[in-house]
């Protein structure tokens, strides 16, 4: 199946290029893809393993033929020569320059925390999120805390996608304090629109890492990073418990793509209209870290 996004610039749909989409598809929609994703690839030591090459130094191989194929544009970079990096994960994990992505300064707008591609639900019901239509997580499961997730009944929910093309560290979507990280071990799941659609409570199985974030504007902030297969590490570079400006690094994931996921207490957040209207009907949207996504 294609899959089709919103290109926020220009309103129009557009078709992802999806790395591996062959393989994706037969491991999620063919029997013998299905036996051999439960006995190897969701778990943690064939992404362990895969991550671990992409740090060796002829992994660099890979880098001219990836950006070509999912045309990256690497003049966003601090490091625009593909010969400077050490090895594939360091090209993954590249910092851009800071005119690459502007942020949004006003203390009304949040802006998105990661580049990808969003997905917004207001007034949740935390027993009921959507993963996809026709199957749903609960919060209590995702964070394993129910009194913490009884706080955002009623509240919004932002689920942002990161794919193998996106720059591929995360920020915060605020200035404010954001608390230690909880780590929770699971599986290593793709989380591509292909495997979401045909494993349920894929969000709640995988690995991930949240912490509470005391936005200086939005309230109580869950932040959520979410594993996926082939995913070396998730990669915490903030310090827990001092305040940090809008738009600092958060952290950063190695190969393979991944998810960040926010959730807001009920009434601190308007997100952007047309982010809601893509999500109704059924379209995610092309974002960029430091845009703006919604306001108070």
């Known amino acids: 199946m294609d899959i089709y996004y919103i290109d926020r610039k220009t309103g129009e749909k557009k078709k992802e290029i999806v790395a591996g989409s062959k393989l994706l598809t037969w491991l999620y929609e063919t029997n013998t893809g299905l036996n ?34 999912l045309n990256i544009n690497i003049d966003e970079a601090k490091i625009d020569n ?47 999120i959507i993963q996809v239509k026709g199957m749903s997580y609960s919060l209590k499961d995702l964070i394993n805390d129910q009194d913490l997730s009884n706080n955002y009944t009623g509240g919004t929910c932002l689920v942002i996608r990161l794919s ?60 959520m990073e979410v594993g996926a297969t082939c995913v070396g590490s998730i990669i915490q570079t903030y310090e827990p418990k001092v305040h940090v400006e809008k738009g600092s690094e958060k952290g950063y994931f190695k190969f393979g793509g991944s998810t960040v996921i926010l959730f807001f ?16 009907n059924g379209f995610e949207t092309k974002v960029n870290m430091g845009e703006q996504i919604g306001e108070k």
């Open 36 to 69: 051999i994703l439960e006995l190897i690839v969701k778990k943690k030591l064939f992404s362990s393993f895969y991550g671990k090459l992409q740090d060796l130094s002829y992994s660099r191989r890979k880098i001219d033929k990836f950006i070509s194929e």
């Open 82 to 128: 593909t010969s400077d990096y050490k090895n594939f994960n360091d090209f993954f994990t590249r910092e851009l320059k800071s005119e690459s992505r502007p942020i949004c300064s006003s203390n009304n707008i949040l802006i998105s925390p990661a580049d990808g591609k969003i997905l917004a639900y207001e007034n949740i019901d935390i027993n009921n």
């Open 164 to 223: 193998p093309s996106d720059y591929h560290r995360f920020h915060f979507p605020d200035s404010g304090v954001p608390s230690e990280t909880k780590k929770i071990k699971g599986l290593f799941y793709s989380v591509n629109p292909i495997s979401l659609r045909n494993i349920a409570n894929i969000y709640c199985q995988n690995k991930r890492e949240f912490s509470i974030f005391k936005s200086d504007n939005f309230d109580e902030i869950i932040m």
């Open 265 to 280: 207490k009920k009434d601190s957040l308007k997100i952007d209209k047309d982010i809601i209207y893509n999500t109704i």
